[in-house]
């Protein structure tokens, strides 16, 4: 899958505050949309303690957003979590699909960082690969 979530044009600037860590259950995760219309930009974030990990809410299997809301399919906290649409489960930490339609494809990483206790998203380029 393409990290074409770089060039959205409602991409928001690095560094820029989506919540606090403890808004996030440990274990669980949130949904951020940014943008309207169609095809706005969809985060996922995953927390682990106090790491975070970012996945671009897309299915590489049929290019839906794996959840639309907060309400979602974690299958075992800190380690896998399901697609609303196709069940396709993925590992936490890595964003592999480990059974479903898309097995072996990867979700697309998207930088957080975690800072004073505010998540941000991270440092990225759009050079980056």
Known sequence: ????????PDLPARG??????????????RVFTFGEGQKPLRILL????????GWHNCCP?????????DEWLIVAPHESFKCNVHY?????????CD???????????IPIEVIG??????PFSPAEG
């Open 99 to 109: 059974d479903g339609e898309c097995l072996g494809e990867q979700l697309d990483a």
């Open 61 to 69: 299997h049929f290019g839906m957003p794996l959840a639309l809301k």
């Open 1 to 8: 899958m393409s990290d074409d979530w770089r060039d959205h």
């Open 46 to 53: 995953l927390r682990s303690g106090t790491r975070v990990n």
């Open 117 to 122: 206790g505010e998540v941000r998203l991270g």
């Open 16 to 29: 820029t505050p989506l919540c606090r860590l403890e808004e996030i259950p440990d274990g669980g995760g």
């Open 88 to 96: 396709a489960r993925f590992r936490w930490a890595d964003g592999v």
